[in-house]
């Protein structure tokens, strides 16, 4: 059944005009066509749809993610007496002593973690099997580094939110273009300021949808 996913704003500069919903439609893992609410519901009365707040574009690539799932410890919720909530990483990661199977259960969780700040890719190559399994499992696209000097913000740390090292053109991966994968991904951000601002400004912790070939991987409850 086709889906129609609507956001008060589409990325992209053929359809800034807020207070005029734009939207996507979705046929399997397929975006089928691009435009305003009305028009795509006109043309597909049946469709399921969705309304969002915000901005929507391209899922987005995630970096960082070989020092996010191989470097860095993401503690279970049933650790936070003992471990806290926040990830851990250097000396701290390494007291731990992590066994393959905790290993594993971190990148799960650093995976999901991903996917709730609208990342759809993320950069390898991975080293260690246990997380090159849980990468695979995951669904999310696997990218290699680009050749050249990194984009990257000088002294920030690796993180969940790719727009805190990089510039808004280097994170989005793929388009919303009609054929293309159904990846992509909503922020709850001000539409009446330029996206690369409000997103800045706001970061990934902003988003409230995350869809992945089609398949809503992530809600904001």
């Known amino acids: 059944m086709l889906t129609i996913h609507a956001a008060d704003l589409l990325f992209g500069a053929r359809h800034r005009r807020p207070g005029d919903p734009t939207a996507v439609a979705v046929d399997g893992g397929?975006?089928?066509?691009?435009?305003?609410l009305g028009q795509l519901v006109a043309a597909h009365p049946q469709a399921?749809?969705?309304?969002?707040p915000g901005l929507l574009l391209p899922g987005l690539v995630n970096a960082d993610a070989v020092e996010l799932l191989?470097?860095?410890?993401?503690?279970?919720?049933?650790?936070?007496?003992?471990?806290g909530t926040q990830p851990l990483t250097g000396e701290?990661?390494?007291?731990?002593?992590?066994?393959?199977?905790?290993?594993s259960a971190s990148a799960r969780r650093g995976l999901q973690l991903m996917l709730a700040h609208g990342t759809?890719?993320?950069?390898?190559?991975?080293?260690?099997?246990?997380?090159r399994s849980a990468v695979a499992r995951s669904g999310l696209r696997l990218r290699e580094r680009a050749p050249g000097p990194q984009r990257e913000e000088s002294g920030a740390a690796p993180s969940l939110d790719p727009?805190?090292?990089?510039?808004?053109?280097?994170?989005?991966?793929?388009?919303?273009?009609?054929?293309?994968?159904?990846?992509?991904?909503?922020?709850?951000?001000?539409?009446?300021?330029?996206p690369a601002r409000a997103l800045r400004e706001h970061g990934a912790r902003t988003c409230v949808a995350t869809?992945?070939?089609?398949?809503?991987v992530y809600r904001r409850r």
């Open 30 to 36: 397929l975006i089928a066509a691009v435009g305003a």
């Open 48 to 52: 399921r749809v969705r309304r969002w």
């Open 70 to 83: 191989e470097a860095t410890y993401h503690p279970d919720p049933r650790e936070a007496d003992e471990l």
């Open 92 to 103: 701290a990661l390494d007291a731990l002593g992590l066994d393959e199977m905790r290993r």
């Open 120 to 131: 759809t890719a993320v950069v390898g190559p991975f080293t260690l099997p246990e997380v």
């Open 163 to 194: 727009f805190v090292r990089r510039p808004l053109n280097a994170v989005p991966d793929g388009d919303l273009t009609p054929g293309a994968p159904a990846d992509f991904a909503v922020f709850d951000v001000p539409t009446d300021v330029l």
């Open 211 to 216: 869809v992945l070939g089609g398949r809503l």
